[in-house]
T-cell receptor
Framework: NAGVMQNPRHLVRRRGQEARLRCSPMKGHSHVYWYRQLPEEGLKFMVYLQKENIIDESGMPKERFSAEFPKEGPSILRIQQVVRGDSAAYFC??????????????FGPGTRLLVL | DQQVKQNSPSLSVQEGRISILNCDYTNSMFDYFLWYKKYPAEGPTFLISISSIKDKNEDGRFTVFLNKSAKHLSLHIVPSQPGDSAVYFCAASALSTGNQFYFGTGTSLTVIP
């Protein structure tokens, strides 16, 4: 499967626990984006990363959320001390290069996080 | 602050007829627009895009129209097929906002056989 891969597909956490969401971009893609979709809403941009660099994190909450895209391995979105409001679908997308805003982003299947 | 709006949450169309999905935006700096299709429990799949230098882009049964003065775009599917039943999201981006896409809230299309 050459598509964007995300795991786990479903994640259940209790309030106060940590959630780690992983994303492997398409082969040959070096740009990763994370989006969050709350119920009944569209996808909201969170963060844009290249290998070992955070390029734009303007959509990420300032506290409890962090993202990385190491030289080796998948991109990780980490949510510390989860709260019920963090329950959402988290989608990762990748693109092959940065053509500015014209580069089509290809999405993974998403991770559905449920906070009890 | 919803900069991209899809005011119809749902649409039902008979198989073989035309489906028209609409999208409005408020940011005049947007210069690239995309439509994504999403099935339940899957990620959005890229469908078609259009840049602001064009007013129409066609790909098979799918055509996107852009009216910059009205800040409006639409997706036409002709003829509609049952497999087209999905949620359709429009998205927009601007050079000034880098690689960030702004998504609408989606329109759920049901094509009735």
């Amino acid at each position: 499967n050459a598509g964007v891969m995300q795991n786990p597909r479903h994640l259940v956490r209790r309030r106060g626990q940590e959630a780690r969401l992983r994303c492997s971009p398409m082969k040959g893609h070096s740009h990763v984006y994370w989006y969050r979709q709350l119920p009944e809403e569209g996808l909201k941009f969170m963060v844009y990363l290249q290998k070992e660099n955070i390029i734009d994190e303007s959509g990420m909450p300032k506290e409890r959320f962090s993202a990385e895209f190491p030289k080796e391995g998948p991109s990780i979105l980490r949510i510390q001390q989860v709260v019920r409001g963090d329950s959402a679908a988290y989608f990762c997308a990748s693109s092959p290069r940065s053509g500015g805003n014209r580069e089509t982003q290809y999405f993974g299947p998403g991770t559905r996080l449920l906070v009890l | 602050d919803q900069q991209v709006k899809q005011n119809s949450p749902s649409l039902s169309v008979q198989e073989g007829r035309i489906s028209i999905l609409n999208c409005d935006y408020t940011n005049s700096m947007f210069d690239y627009f995309l439509w994504y299709k999403k099935y339940p429990a899957e990620g959005p799949t890229f469908l078609i895009s259009i840049s602001s230098i064009k007013d129409k882009n066609e790909d098979g049964r799918f055509t996107v129209f852009l009216n910059k003065s009205a800040k409006h775009l639409s997706l036409h599917i002709v003829p509609s097929q049952p497999g087209d039943s999905a949620v359709y999201f429009c998205a927009a981006s601007a050079l000034s906002t880098g690689n960030q896409f702004y998504f609408g809230t989606g329109t759920s299309l049901t094509v009735i056989p």
